[in-house]
Structures are given as structure tokens and as C-alpha cells.
């Protein structure tokens, strides 16, 4: 990664407290000792303070460092790893750890999603969610009644780790210090174990080295100063006039994929995740294509015209299509 000036110290995150990929993200964040700031977004859409870029992706987190934001704790993750390459997160076996990382984002998040105590949680909130995950019909009184083999499945996924740490080792890739799967799975098992409920399965005598493990990162991260909260209007302005960018020429653009996709440099595209929160597009020009990351320049206009930011997107997950022509009105 390049730029015009310096990498900025402190990059600005967008997130709200309880939020699992959140607190994914600022455990990366602490491994890698970032200083970064938080603008708090609120649980439900809108989120003005990410409107504000020019940017509607509704899933949180989303980082800027510079002029690049950057979308979905996996690709956050290693923007961050390129951009502050101290302290690395993804030194040893990557393509393991993201594969491992993905099993449990998914796994555990479901899992927790059932786990989640929705009979206390407002009307309002569980309506969003119902859109969010694409399933109107949800009822989350039966959801509830699914709680007990809930925690059946994490015992499995508990006993799973605890095979993984029958050797002895520290941390999950032997590694000197945590990774970012680590990081991963700590930070969806930590949310988890919020909900009470849970807290018996978390059995240290027959999970003994999942436990201790669990307790060694508790210590780590209770003893890392705290992130730096930003407030939204001042977030936009530094980030609007930030003059670092990321150097694209290392993503490229694979003609190759882009075939594939049916696009070319400069199309007007939207992209859109595949899981949850698909039907909020976010529309920009396609300035870099390679076969783990697509970036998107943001094409603001109308009354408020807001500057262009360059938005990154992890191919995996995440569909691109072209806008036809017709459509073009919406950019
Ligand atoms: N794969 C995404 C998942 C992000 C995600 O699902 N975030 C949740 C919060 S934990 C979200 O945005 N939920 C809907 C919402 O808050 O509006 C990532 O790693 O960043």
C-alpha cells in the first residue's frame, strides 16, 4: 500500500456495542495495538453517519483508513494487516486462517442468532432483522423453543476446539502471539457467552484447554487501552479530506474475472453481499477487480453533492452486477 502521504494513525470504524463482527474487528484491532476511533451507528438503520459517504452497505463494521473504506471484517482485516504491518495478525498459514475464520464467522453467528434472547429484545428490532436476514416469516417465539439444542451445538463446536487444543498449544496456530482467527473466534464465542444461558456449556472441566485458552485472550484484551470514539460529522470531514490512498496497482484488474462477470473497467456496477442485508445495494464506478477484492468509486450526485471515496468489497460473498442503462439515473 501507497500513497500520497503518511497511512493515517488512527482509522475510523463504524460500529455499535454488542455487535459481534464489531467486536470482531476491534479485537484485530487491539492484537495489532491500531489506535483507531469509532463512530457509534445506531442498532437499526438509517445509519446517517455511513450515508453521509456516500456509502449504503447497512452491515457493520466498515473501516476508512484515508480516502479507502472498506467493507466486511475478512477484507477490514487485511487492509489493516497491509497498512499497519506491525504486530502482524496474518503472519503464518493465511489462506488456512481465512477459511478458518469464514467456518466459524458463519457457524457461530448463526448459532448465536439462535442463542439470541429475541422474546426480551423490541418489536422494532426484531422486525429489521426478519428483512436483514431475508426470512419475513421468522417467528422467533419458535426460535426460543430451539434453545437447548442451541447449546448442544456449541458443545460441538466447543469439543471441536478442544481437539484442536489437546496439544497444548497457546494460541490457535501455535503462533507467538494471537492471530486474526483468534481474534475471530474469541470474538463470536465472547458474544455468545454474553447471553447467560450459555454460560454452563463454557464448562472448564470439559472444556479445560478451550477455557483456558479463552481466559488467556480475556487477560490479553482487558489489558489493551481502549479504542477512541469519534463523533460522525467530524469522521466524514477528516475522511473527505484525507489525502492517503490506498496504491490499486496491487489488486490490479483481472480481465479474466471480469469477463467472467460481464464487466469492464469503469462499468457502473452495484454490489451487494449474498447472505444477509442483500437487498441494500451500494453503487459506485468499477475502478479494481482482482480475485478477492472489487473496488467501487462512489459517484455521488444531486442537491449535496458528496466527494467520491473508493469502497472495497471481498469478492467472496458479496455479488457485483452491471446497472443498465435505464438505471443509471439511481447513481
Ligand atoms: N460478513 C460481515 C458480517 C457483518 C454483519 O453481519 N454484521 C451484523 C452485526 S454483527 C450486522 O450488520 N447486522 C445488521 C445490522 O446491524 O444492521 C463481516 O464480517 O463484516
Given at each position: 500500500?501507497?500513497?500520497?502521504?503518511?497511512?493515517?494513525?488512527?482509522?475510523?470504524?463504524?460500529?455499535?456495542?454488542?455487535?459481534?463482527?464489531?467486536?470482531?474487528?476491534?479485537?484485530?484491532?487491539?492484537?495489532?495495538?491500531?489506535?483507531?476511533?469509532?463512530?457509534?451507528?445506531?442498532?437499526?438503520?438509517?445509519?446517517?453517519?455511513?450515508?453521509?459517504?456516500?456509502?449504503?452497505?447497512?452491515?457493520?463494521?466498515?473501516?476508512?483508513?484515508?480516502?479507502?473504506?472498506?467493507?466486511?471484517?475478512?477484507?477490514?482485516?487485511?487492509?489493516?494487516?497491509?497498512?499497519?504491518?506491525?504486530?502482524?495478525?496474518?503472519?503464518?498459514?493465511?489462506?488456512?486462517?481465512?477459511?478458518?475464520?469464514?467456518?466459524?464467522?458463519?457457524?457461530?453467528?448463526?448459532?448465536?442468532?439462535?442463542?439470541?434472547?429475541?422474546?426480551?429484545?423490541?418489536?422494532?428490532?426484531?422486525?429489521?432483522?426478519?428483512?436483514?436476514?431475508?426470512?419475513?416469516?421468522?417467528?422467533?417465539?419458535?426460535?426460543?423453543?430451539?434453545?437447548?439444542?442451541?447449546?448442544?451445538?456449541?458443545?460441538?463446536?466447543?469439543?471441536?476446539?478442544?481437539?484442536?487444543?489437546?496439544?497444548?498449544?497457546?494460541?490457535?496456530?501455535?503462533?507467538?502471539?494471537?492471530?486474526?482467527?483468534?481474534?475471530?473466534?474469541?470474538?463470536?464465542?465472547?458474544?455468545?457467552?454474553?447471553?447467560?444461558?450459555?454460560?454452563?456449556?463454557?464448562?472448564?472441566?470439559?472444556?479445560?484447554?478451550?477455557?483456558?485458552?479463552?481466559?488467556?485472550?480475556?487477560?490479553?484484551?482487558?489489558?489493551?487501552?481502549?479504542?477512541?470514539?469519534?463523533?460522525?460529522?467530524?469522521?466524514?470531514?477528516?475522511?473527505?479530506?484525507?489525502?492517503?490512498?490506498?496504491?490499486l496497482s496491487q489488486i490490479g484488474?483481472?480481465?479474466?474475472?471480469?469477463?467472467?462477470?460481464?464487466?469492464?473497467?469503469?462499468?457502473?456496477?452495484?454490489?451487494?453481499?449474498?447472505?444477509?442485508?442483500?437487498?441494500?445495494?451500494?453503487?459506485?464506478?468499477?475502478?479494481a477487480l482482482s480475485?478477492?477484492e472489487?473496488v467501487?468509486?462512489?459517484?455521488?450526485?444531486?442537491?449535496?453533492?458528496?466527494?467520491?471515496?473508493?469502497?472495497?468489497?471481498?469478492?467472496?460473498?458479496?455479488?457485483?452486477?452491471?446497472?443498465?442503462?435505464?438505471?443509471?439515473?439511481?447513481?
Amino acid at each position: 500500500m501507497s500513497s500520497f502521504s503518511h497511512v493515517p494513525e488512527s482509522p475510523i470504524y463504524y460500529g455499535y456495542n454488542g455487535s459481534p463482527f464489531v467486536s470482531k474487528l476491534e479485537a484485530v484491532l487491539k492484537l495489532k495495538n491500531i489506535p483507531a476511533r469509532r463512530v457509534d451507528v445506531p442498532l437499526t438503520p438509517p445509519r446517517v453517519d455511513i450515508l453521509a459517504l456516500g456509502i449504503p452497505y447497512r452491515r457493520v463494521p466498515v473501516l476508512a483508513i484515508g480516502k479507502d473504506v472498506y467493507i466486511d471484517t475478512s477484507l477490514i482485516s487485511e487492509a489493516l494487516e497491509k497498512a499497519y504491518p506491525s504486530s502482524p495478525i496474518l503472519a503464518t498459514d493465511v489462506g488456512l486462517q481465512k477459511a478458518v475464520t469464514k467456518f466459524y464467522d458463519h457457524f457461530l453467528f448463526n448459532l448465536g442468532f439462535d442463542i439470541l434472547p429475541w422474546n426480551k429484545t423490541p418489536k422494532s428490532l426484531q422486525e429489521d432483522r426478519k428483512k436483514f436476514i431475508g426470512r419475513p416469516d421468522i417467528d422467533f417465539d419458535e426460535v426460543a423453543t430451539r434453545k437447548e439444542l442451541a447449546h448442544s451445538k456449541l458443545a460441538s463446536h466447543l469439543a471441536i476446539l478442544e481437539e484442536h487444543f489437546s496439544d497444548g498449544r497457546v494460541w490457535y496456530f501455535s503462533t507467538p502471539s494471537p492471530t486474526y482467527t483468534d481474534a475471530g473466534i474469541y470474538a463470536v464465542l465472547d458474544w455468545i457467552r454474553s447471553f447467560r444461558a450459555t454460560r454452563p456449556v463454557f464448562d472448564s472441566t470439559v472444556f479445560p484447554k478451550t477455557v483456558a485458552w479463552f481466559g488467556r485472550l480475556d487477560t490479553l484484551f482487558a489489558a489493551k487501552p481502549p479504542l477512541g470514539k469519534v463523533k460522525g460529522p467530524d469522521a466524514a470531514k477528516e475522511i473527505f479530506s484525507s489525502t492517503f490512498t490506498a496504491d490499486l496497482s496491487q489488486i490490479g484488474f483481472d480481465e479474466v474475472e471480469a469477463k467472467r462477470l460481464g464487466l469492464k473497467k469503469g462499468a457502473k456496477v452495484v454490489i451487494s453481499p449474498e447472505d444477509s442485508g442483500r437487498d441494500v445495494v451500494t453503487p459506485g464506478v468499477l475502478i479494481a477487480l482482482s480475485k478477492q477484492e472489487a473496488v467501487i468509486e462512489t459517484e455521488q450526485k444531486g442537491q449535496h453533492v458528496i466527494p467520491s471515496l473508493r469502497v472495497h468489497f471481498p469478492r467472496l460473498g458479496y455479488s457485483i452486477r452491471e446497472v443498465p442503462n435505464g438505471e443509471n439515473a439511481k447513481l
